[in-house]
């Protein structure tokens, strides 16, 4: 066999990178814009469809076909998000109830974050200036470690195993034709 050679000459242009690390404090605070639990419950529970709908028997079917069965999960979790961010919600309490370890971490965290915002004093750390919503922050990050001691990882990943097997069931076998066809879907979605 004849040996192959190849040329393998030539210049290759490595693109520069900046080698400065990309975090700083400053930035902490655009995470201040986010929405608090409460107003996603309202934005979800305003956009929840009628609970008889939801959980009615007689609208569960088999698929015909696998492209009908992809349609029709794609469509149940359009159709029925906030429903399913609910049910996500109430496995989570439920989770969160039995575990009477994690319930008392969090509200020790709910305690001393209502405390520093009582007192609105900003603290000096290595000459830094913390406001009352750094330390805040900070309080939620130290306690990060406790909550994995206590199980909340583990209850975490139940629940999002739990409410994917829920949520996917009802996804694959909820009959979305039944209720909605492609000529009302748009007005129904207008109306809610």
Same mark, same amino acid.
């Given at each position: 066999?004849?040996?192959?050679? !190849? ?8 693109? %520069? ?5 990309? &975090?700083? &404090? ?17 934005? !979800? ?31 149940? %979790? ?16 439920? +989770? ?29 750390? &290595? ?36 409410? +994917? ?28």
């Amino acid at each position: 066999m004849e040996e192959v050679k !190849v040329d393998m000459s030539g210049e290759m242009n490595v693109p %520069l990178t900046d080698t400065k690390s990309q &975090f700083d &404090f400053a930035s902490l605070s655009q995470w201040q814009k986010l929405p608090s639990p409460l107003e996603i419950l309202q934005i !979800v529970r305003k956009s929840i469809r009628p609970w008889s709908e939801f959980i009615n028997t007689s609208n569960f079917k088999t698929a015909a076909s696998m492209q009908r069965l992809t349609a029709r999960f794609v469509r149940n %979790l359009d159709y029925f998000k906030s429903n399913y961010i609910f049910v996500f919600i109430v496995l989570m309490i439920y +989770c969160l109830i039995t575990s009477p370890l994690i319930l008392i971490v969090l509200a020790a965290v709910a305690f001393a974050s209502h405390k520093i915002r009582q007192l609105q004093a900003s603290v000096s750390i &290595f000459g830094h200036q913390l406001s009352t919503s750094h330390q805040i922050m900070a309080i939620n990050i130290a306690s990060l470690p406790i909550l994995f001691l206590v199980g909340a990882g583990s209850a975490l990943f139940w629940t999002l195993g739990a409410s +994917c097997f829920v949520i996917s069931l009802h996804a694959f076998f909820y009959n979305i034709d039944a209720i909605v066809t492609e000529d009302t879907e748009g007005f129904l979605a207008e109306v809610v």
